[in-house]
């Protein structure tokens, strides 16, 4: 098992080194000058020229590539072009904001797609099995800078139940997870359904009924557990792409978190901020999925942890 | 178990929500938020508005731009050195201090630093030195004659002591404005308070414009300005629970060209582009009627505006005409790459641009690119016509800034390398001129010239719009768009909430 996790921990960090140098030279290709957006096209050449200095900007790439790794290893980011504040600030204003959206639209899509893909799957070609998957289509098909309006007419405009936008008040956050949970919900749904369908007709199954139990026992006790597990890597991938800043959601909704920052950011030619922004939303992705990972293993034991020998 | 899952999940609603202001706050809606409260840092448009309401500055500006005293009076000792006296009763700061003399220096001090790394500092580089006589005049010495120098002192002024201490206005701004910094809940809100009735004043981004307005008509936010596509500004003004104000503003929308073009560097195909563009009739289906034709950078209104300048009137067949005289015949046609952001309504009015083009036979490309790269390109010179609009122009200075051979970037803003050696003289001329008349007449002839050799088509002046519920009242809009009005904003009695006063139009 030690070796299973180190050998995990170790392609993540070679992950998370390939995506720091990328998005570096990457920003670095993209047309334009910091100095231009610090200190304004009509600079005088010495200031210029003393900033570039003092930011480290004149040092040949490999340089600054090099400088920019070992102030990462210490957790400095840089601070922001426009703003002037330190972006480990700025992260941390922002990420408890995506968090809270992202646990509470995981937590919405669990409750609407595990009712809905155990109805598709046990009542296979019936009428809850369409309604089921139409709704599923439905959600897929939506998007949600559409889904996002839409909910505020109904549950602001209409209803008035709920804030149009922002993150004032414990009601704030129903309307932009709710956006974010259908459209997961829609994509578990249909996952469950198909695995669980799968794992119905096993022989195991048919066991368990002949050794008494109900079929709900059945389904519940055996047949979920089961089915979950590639749905497991799923919700994994999808709660890396929440925490990774749900961009649309955050921008309809006016929501603080990390997607709303990178969008103001790469706005205005912030590029420390979308960087930084970049790479956190990396370092979320490399890290939910090496959880995944390490999970997938606990809680399969066809997969050996020991590796290949 | 189940009950404590639900519990555990009910209770992460309310986690991590930020408070809300009190009831009584009056909430402004902003597509932008403003990113920096230092003012020697802030070049953002949103930023400027907001230091403004937080700090005093040395000088203002009249309706024509003419610079009047704010925080003093000044009187120009010698061509280089100007004196300047604070009014009394001079301001406070937050701890009851009053503004001095020391104050304003140790803030243009600090602006001048490079350490600073002031966006402004190039603005000031003709400073030599600063003194102050008394506690209540200060003396700005200049290397070279300036007559615009006081235009240019419009800085917000900082507390002395806490620039010693390099204290980080950026995020905790201290001044003596009529507004103070109340609080920061989370990025996309800010909370001001009114010095003289301690009135909450919120500034809430919202970035999306159809949501800014929806939370308008919800009545979460209870003033839009500006910033939203006209579509909307007209949905809104047609709504009688909305009050609609619209005043002629300054925002100078153009055509640029590339003037190392073969093609729009002639003259003649410029002037074919100007005749061949129907301006009124964008102004009146793309912008609902919200603008006013522009012949020159500055408005009429402007001291230094000109009111009978004659501009390129819609002519489809002049235009044809002067393609024809520019080489333009039979089968050759100019083909045109016309460049532009992402931004809808711009995008819209470029298709509408290329249509009219189209009638006098030149085909235009769109590109349309991010705003970064877009912006690069102009500023390297990688286009051949493009559109853009100078928001916030005040001084006359700004003709050497775009306009003068040895501004071409990374020296200046003459993106589109035009040269005119007349045009380089006028500009010189003026500034060499002390008297405000004389400056009047030369940049008068000189924006004639700029008309003539069209470095831009000059489109229009986009008016400022406001639109606020019926529950506030006493805003006024201001020609740049500053925020002022918030000085007078206050809650409507239930009286004059009648739909009599829905519609307040000052145009």
Same mark, same amino acid.
């Given at each position: 098992?030690?070796?299973?996790?180190?050998?995990? /921990?170790?392609?993540?960090?070679?992950?998370?080194?390939?995506?720091?140098?990328?998005?570096?030279?990457?920003?670095?290709?993209?047309?334009?000058?910091?100095?231009?957006?610090?200190?304004?096209?009509?600079?005088?050449?010495?200031?210029?020229?003393?900033?570039?200095?003092?930011?480290?900007?004149?040092?040949?790439?490999?340089?600054?590539?090099?400088?920019?790794?070992?102030?990462?290893?210490?957790?400095?980011?840089?601070?922001?072009?426009?703003?002037?504040?330190?972006?480990?600030?700025?992260?941390?204003?922002?990420?408890?904001?995506?968090?809270?959206?992202?646990?509470?639209?995981?937590?919405?899509? /669990?409750?609407?797609?595990?009712?809905?893909?155990?109805?598709?799957?046990?009542?296979?070609?019936?009428?809850?099995?369409?309604?089921?998957?139409?709704?599923?289509?439905?959600?897929?098909?939506?998007?949600?800078?559409?889904?996002?309006?839409?909910?505020?007419?109904?549950?602001?405009?209409?209803?008035?139940?709920?804030?149009?936008?922002?993150?004032?008040?414990?009601?704030?956050?129903?309307?932009?997870?709710?956006?974010?949970?259908?459209?997961?919900?829609?994509?578990?749904?249909?996952?469950?359904?198909?695995?669980?369908?799968?794992?119905?007709?096993?022989?195991?199954?048919?066991?368990?009924?002949?050794?008494?139990?109900?079929?709900?026992?059945?389904?519940?006790?055996?047949?979920?557990?089961?089915?979950?597990?590639?749905?497991?890597?799923?919700?994994?991938?999808?709660?890396?792409?929440?925490?990774?800043?749900?961009?649309?959601?955050?921008?309809?909704?006016?929501?603080?978190?990390?997607?709303?920052?990178?969008?103001?950011?790469?706005?205005?030619?912030?590029?420390?901020?979308?960087?930084?922004?970049?790479?956190?939303?990396?370092?979320?992705?490399?890290?939910?999925?090496?959880?995944?990972?390490?999970?997938?293993?606990?809680?399969?034991?066809?997969?050996?942890?020991?590796?290949?020998? | #178990?189940?009950?404590?899952?639900?519990?555990?999940?009910?209770?992460?609603?309310?986690?991590?929500?930020?408070?809300?202001?009190?009831?009584?706050?009056?909430?402004?809606?902003?597509?932008?938020?403003? &990113?920096?409260?230092?003012?020697?840092?802030?070049?953002?448009?949103?930023?400027?508005?907001?230091?403004?309401?937080?700090?005093?500055?040395?000088?203002?500006?009249?309706?024509?731009?003419?610079?009047?005293?704010?925080?003093?009076?000044?009187?120009?000792?010698?061509?280089?050195?100007?004196?300047?006296?604070?009014?009394?009763?001079?301001?406070?700061?937050?701890?009851?201090?009053?503004?001095?003399?020391?104050?304003?220096?140790?803030?243009?001090?600090?602006?001048? *630093?490079?350490?600073?790394?002031?966006?402004?500092?190039?603005?000031?580089?003709?400073?030599?030195?600063?003194?102050?006589?008394?506690?209540?005049?200060?003396?700005?010495?200049?290397?070279?004659?300036?007559?615009?120098?006081?235009?240019?002192?419009?800085?917000?002024?900082?507390?002395?002591?806490?620039?010693? #201490?390099?204290?980080?206005?950026?995020?905790?701004?201290?001044?003596?404005?009529?507004?103070?910094?109340?609080?920061?809940?989370?990025?996309?809100?800010?909370?001001?308070?009114?010095?003289?009735?301690?009135?909450?004043?919120?500034?809430?981004?919202?970035?999306?414009?159809?949501?800014?307005?929806?939370?308008?008509?919800?009545?979460?936010?209870?003033?839009?300005?500006? *910033?939203?596509?006209?579509?909307?500004?007209?949905?809104?003004?047609?709504?009688?629970?909305? +009050?609609?104000?619209?005043?002629?503003?300054?925002?100078?929308?153009?055509?640029?060209?590339?003037?190392?073009?073969?093609?729009?560097?002639?003259?003649l195909v410029?002037k074919a582009i100007a005749h061949a563009i129907n301006?009124?009739?964008?102004?009146?289906?793309?912008?609902?009627?919200?603008?006013?034709?522009?012949?020159?950078?500055?408005?009429?209104?402007?001291?230094?505006?000109?009111?009978?300048?004659?501009?390129y009137s819609y002519d489809p067949p002049r235009a044809r005409k002067l393609l024809r005289q520019a080489g333009f015949t039979g089968e050759r046609s100019p083909?045109?790459?016309?460049?532009?952001?992402?931004?809808?309504?711009?995008?819209?009015?470029?298709?509408?641009?290329?249509?009219q083009l189209q009638q006098v036979g030149i085909h #235009?490309?769109?590109?349309?690119?991010?705003?970064?790269?877009?912006?690069?390109?102009?500023?390297?010179?990688?286009?051949? #016509?493009?559109?853009?609009?100078?928001?916030?122009?005040?001084?006359?200075?700004?003709?050497?800034?775009?306009?003068?051979?040895?501004?071409?970037?990374?020296?200046?803003?003459?993106?589109?390398?035009?040269?005119? &050696?007349?045009?380089?003289?006028?500009?010189?001329?003026?500034?060499?001129?002390?008297?405000?008349?004389?400056?009047?007449?030369?940049?008068?002839?000189?924006?004639?010239?700029?008309?003539?050799?069209?470095?831009?088509?000059?489109?229009?002046?986009?008016?400022?719009?406001?639109?606020? &519920?019926?529950?506030?009242?006493?805003?006024?809009?201001?020609?740049?768009?500053?925020? *002022?009005?918030?000085?007078?904003?206050?809650?409507?009695? +239930?009286?004059?909430?009648?739909?009599?006063?829905?519609?307040?139009?000052? +145009?």
């Amino acid at each position: 098992m030690p070796h299973f996790i180190l050998t995990r /921990i170790i392609s993540a960090l070679v992950g998370l080194l390939g995506v720091v140098s990328l998005v570096f030279f990457l920003i670095h290709m993209i047309p334009g000058d910091p100095i231009d957006v610090m200190l304004g096209e009509s600079a005088l050449a010495a200031d210029r020229e003393a900033l570039r200095q003092g930011l480290g900007l004149h040092l040949p790439l490999y340089e600054q590539w090099w400088n920019y790794l070992t102030a990462l290893a210490k957790a400095d980011f840089g601070h922001s072009l426009f703003s002037g504040r330190p972006i480990v600030d700025l992260l941390l204003e922002r990420i408890p904001a995506t968090l809270h959206l992202s646990i509470i639209a995981l937590v919405i899509a /669990i409750i609407i797609a595990l009712p809905l893909g155990l109805l598709a799957a046990t009542r296979q070609h019936s009428m809850y099995d369409y309604g089921s998957m139409g709704f599923a289509l439905f959600g897929m098909s939506i998007p949600n800078f559409w889904m996002g309006p839409l909910l505020i007419l109904v549950g602001a405009l209409w209803l008035g139940w709920f804030p149009v936008s922002g993150r004032e008040g414990w009601n704030a956050v129903i309307l932009p997870a709710l956006t974010l949970g259908t459209a997961m919900a829609a994509i578990l749904a249909r996952m469950i359904r198909s695995s669980l369908l799968e794992i119905l007709g096993e022989d195991f199954l048919r066991t368990a009924r002949a050794k008494g139990l109900s079929s709900l026992q059945a389904i519940f006790i055996h047949a979920l557990p089961n089915a979950l597990l590639p749905v497991l890597t799923l919700l994994g991938l999808q709660l890396g792409g929440l925490l990774g800043g749900a961009v649309i959601t955050e921008t309809v909704f006016a929501w603080p978190g990390l997607g709303l920052l990178m969008i103001e950011a790469i706005q205005q030619r912030d590029y420390p901020v979308v960087q930084a922004a970049v790479l956190c939303i990396s370092m979320t992705y490399i890290f939910v999925n090496l959880l995944t990972d390490l999970l997938y293993a606990w809680l399969d034991p066809r997969i050996d942890w020991q590796g290949p020998s | #178990m189940t009950i404590i899952w639900f519990f555990i999940f009910f209770i992460s609603f309310a986690w991590g929500c930020t408070e809300s202001a009190p009831e009584s706050t009056i909430r402004i809606g902003l597509a932008v938020a403003p &990113t920096n409260l230092d003012p020697r840092l802030a070049t953002d448009a949103p930023s400027a508005r907001v230091n403004r309401l937080l700090y005093s500055r040395l000088v203002d500006f009249a309706e024509d731009a003419t610079p009047i005293p704010a925080l003093a009076t000044w009187e120009i000792l010698n061509s280089t050195h100007y004196r300047f006296h604070l009014i009394e009763p001079r301001p406070t700061f937050p701890d009851g201090t009053q503004l001095t003399a020391q104050d304003v220096q140790e803030t243009y001090r600090s602006l001048l *630093d490079p350490k600073t790394a002031s966006p402004h500092r190039s603005l000031f580089h003709n400073i030599s030195r600063i003194s102050t006589a008394s506690e209540s005049t200060i003396d700005f010495f200049l290397l070279h004659p300036d007559p615009l120098f006081p235009s240019y002192l419009v800085i917000g002024i900082l507390p002395a002591n806490l620039i010693a #201490m390099n204290h980080p206005f950026h995020v905790d701004p201290v001044g003596s404005g009529p507004f103070l910094f109340q609080q920061r809940p989370d990025a996309t809100r800010l909370i001001l308070k009114r010095r003289n009735d301690a009135q909450l004043i919120e500034f809430v981004k919202v970035l999306n414009p159809t949501v800014r307005t929806l939370k308008l008509l919800a009545g979460e936010i209870h003033l839009l300005q500006n *910033d939203l596509p006209p579509e909307l500004v007209t949905y809104l003004s047609e709504n009688p629970s909305i +009050s609609f104000q619209h005043k002629e503003g300054s925002k100078f929308s153009y055509i640029g060209f590339n003037h190392q073009d073969p093609v729009v560097g002639q003259n003649l195909v410029r002037k074919a582009i100007a005749h061949a563009i129907n301006r009124e009739q964008i102004i009146q289906f793309a912008l609902g009627g919200r603008a006013r034709l522009a012949q020159a950078l500055f408005p009429p209104n402007h001291w230094v505006g000109v009111s009978q300048l004659e501009g390129y009137s819609y002519d489809p067949p002049r235009a044809r005409k002067l393609l024809r005289q520019a080489g333009f015949t039979g089968e050759r046609s100019p083909t045109l790459i016309y460049k532009t952001s992402t931004d809808p309504f711009r995008l819209r009015l470029a298709t509408i641009v290329q249509e009219q083009l189209q009638q006098v036979g030149i085909h #235009m490309t769109i590109h349309s690119h991010d705003w970064g790269t877009f912006y690069g390109d102009i500023k390297a010179g990688h286009f051949q #016509m493009y559109s853009l609009a100078w928001v916030g122009l005040k001084t006359p200075d700004i003709f050497r800034h775009a306009f003068h051979s040895q501004s071409i970037p990374p020296l200046g803003v003459n993106r589109g390398r035009y040269t005119d &050696t007349l045009t380089d003289d006028l500009i010189a001329e003026a500034e060499r001129t002390s008297g405000a008349n004389q400056q009047q007449r030369i940049y008068q002839s000189l924006q004639a010239r700029l008309l003539e050799t069209l470095p831009y088509v000059p489109l229009w002046y986009e008016d400022n719009v406001a639109l606020s &519920t019926t529950a506030i009242q006493g805003y006024t809009l201001k020609p740049d768009g500053n925020f *002022d009005g918030l000085l007078h904003i206050q809650w409507a009695t +239930s009286s004059t909430i009648q739909p009599q006063i829905v519609r307040q139009t000052d +145009s």
